[in-house]
């Protein structure tokens, strides 16, 4: 069975985690949701709002062109979505003085920069090239290098680019890029009945001879790199998107570098990140309960107030680092882990599940059950792998999905 | 696969199972050489990165041994520990690993014969299973 047919497949009938009773079991907690709040117990008021301060307020408005003249800026992308490209507008009018700054030399999405204009330029060149997205095939191999080459710095923005980001959950594909090919081109409902009006299946080929000459499209990665893993970088921006701080902090320090020679942050440097964990910064109180089951949001009446996962919906937080300022447990939407591990760690899911699993409360019978009813307790985490590691592929320890020789082996 | 001798590391727990791994040494129990042990505080100190890092360095197999359950010297470390080797062999599982390159077991001060059992099995078992899948890709 492929991997395609397992993610499409409905869940078997045979299936003991007690997947069915969910629903109404959902019920049950919707309703005693209300409850939890104990009617005379005041809630805690929540805190006044800081005063409104302006996150561009890090990056003031420009004096013109530097003492030394423009300096030069690419901003590239990869294998991305494009919101990294689009998130840096949320600089607002502060992006217009960036040019005062900068000469564009290259931004696919907004510039008319080309690769041969890039391949024309001498090594060092660019001043700093803004990376966005995960490296996925040859074209993005081949332009992360020589931007690598031809830059001073090289800032990688956005988590795909930082860990991986979505484009890396391809890596949990076993057949790597046949089988992804296979079935986007060939078996997906929308292709299949194209392909059946075909006398052989029309799919991509990397090169191709035509009557004007050879036309080459990149040829596809089985594995989806993070930029790091592919070339030498100076800083990280993590953030799916990042957020406007974070970008006002880099432009800002490229600024003062440019018109007052203030020294720039040590390489390395992850740009708009604290040094503790997004639980440090989310305003929502935790109460160490126990939970017994894994709610979606959209199942119960969440909690203005208290920890998500006191109310048993999968919030990453407890292993993803600060920085974001918690917009979405603020918003009662689970953190998804897009801003990476903390420092010290280097496997953000096994951080995360380690937590998870903590959260299920010793039983009575626990001294006595066996390993059965532990998985069946487990299993109401859905897709463990998928979940906790949707962001941070690339740098997991495994890296990607593996094939056993022999299977069973019983 | 005759001559495939699997690297298996063995995580065992200060209190019971690295005691009762010195059992059957000093019983000279006979037993596979295949395994390499790391003595842990308690099984809950072995966290899930510490075993997907020993399968990503190459081991072929982990087992994680601690006290019997209610026989925990740090109370509820080992029930911890099966919930989170529960979750991180659905993990396994999922990237395409047989999940039994993973075992949990209960292995007391005492019990030297039972941590034979235990290893001589496992290393049957990783025998049959053949090396880690992770040999070979990058």
């Not at chain 1, 007052?260 to 440090?280: F, Q, R």
């Amino acid at each position: 069975m492929g991997f395609f047919d397992r993610l499409f497949n409905k869940h078997p009938e045979s299936c003991k985690c007690g997947c069915k009773d969910d629903k109404k079991e959902a019920k049950k907690d919707a309703k005693a949701a209300p409850t939890k709040a104990a009617p005379g117990k005041a809630l805690p008021v929540k805190a006044a709002p800081k005063e409104a301060v302006n996150p561009l307020d890090a990056f003031p408005l420009l004096p013109g062109a530097p003492p030394g003249g423009k300096i030069k800026l690419a901003i590239y992308w990869a294998a991305g979505c494009g919101g990294c490209d689009v998130s840096l507008l949320d600089t607002a009018e502060r992006i217009l003085t960036v040019s005062d700054m900068a000469e564009i030399v290259m931004w696919p999405i907004a510039a008319d920069g080309k690769e041969k204009d890039i391949e024309a330029m001498k090594d060092q060149e660019i001043t700093v090239s803004i990376i966005n997205g995960a490296v996925r095939n040859t074209e993005n191999e081949h332009m992360v290098k020589l931007l690598r080459k031809k830059s001073l710095l090289v800032v990688s923005y956005g988590t795909c680019a930082c860990f991986g980001g979505s484009p890396a959950l391809a890596n949990l594909v076993p057949g790597g890029k046949d089988e992804i090919i296979d079935y986007v081109y060939k078996k997906c409902p929308t292709m299949k009945a194209f392909q059946d009006t075909q006398k052989t299946p029309v799919v991509p080929k990397t090169s191709v001879m035509t009557p004007d000459g050879e036309i080459t499209i990149p040829e596809l990665y089985d594995t989806v790199k993070s930029l790091d893993q592919t070339i030498d970088v100076d800083y990280s921006i993590p953030g799916c998107p990042p957020t406007q701080e974070s970008i006002a902090q880099l432009l800002a320090a490229v600024a003062g570098f440019v018109y007052n020679g203030v020294a720039l942050p040590p390489k390395g440097t992850m740009i708009g990140v604290t040094a503790k964990t997004l639980c440090e910064e989310c305003p929502r109180k935790k109460e160490m309960r126990r939970i017994t089951k894994i709610v979606e949001p959209h199942e119960i009446d969440v909690d203005p107030e208290l920890c998500l996962m006191d109310q048993g919906i999968l919030c990453l937080g407890a292993a993803t680092v600060g920085g974001c300022g918690a917009k979405c447990t603020r918003a009662a939407s689970p953190c998804r882990g897009c801003y990476g591990p903390t420092k010290m760690v280097s496997e953000m899911g096994a951080s995360v599940f380690t937590a998870v699993a903590s959260l299920f409360p010793v039983l009575d019978g626990d001294p006595t059950c066996n390993e059965e009813e532990i998985i069946k307790i487990m299993s109401s985490v859905k897709d463990p792998l998928g979940y906790f590691y949707a962001f941070t592929m690339s740098k997991s320890l495994i890296k990607r999905s593996v094939v056993e020789k022999k299977k069973g082996g019983q | 696969m005759a001559d495939f001798e699997p690297k298996i590391i063995a995580f065992c727990c200060n209190w019971c199972s690295y005691a009762g791994a010195d059992g059957a040494g000093v019983a000279r129990l006979q037993m596979p050489t295949n395994f390499r042990i790391i003595r842990t505080m308690c099984s809950a100190r072995v966290d899930p990165e510490h075993v997907l890092r020993a399968l990503s360095k190459g081991a072929d197999g982990v087992i994680i041994l601690g006290c019997h359950p209610a026989d925990c010297h740090y109370i509820g470390g080992n029930y911890r520990a099966r919930r989170r080797i529960a979750l991180l062999r659905m993990v396994l599982e999922q990237y395409g690993f047989d999940p039994k390159r993973l075992r949990l077991e209960w292995v007391s001060a005492s019990e030297g014969e039972k941590f034979q059992n235990t290893i001589t099995s496992f290393v049957k078992t990783i025998k049959e299973l053949g090396p880690t899948p992770l040999m070979g890709v990058e």
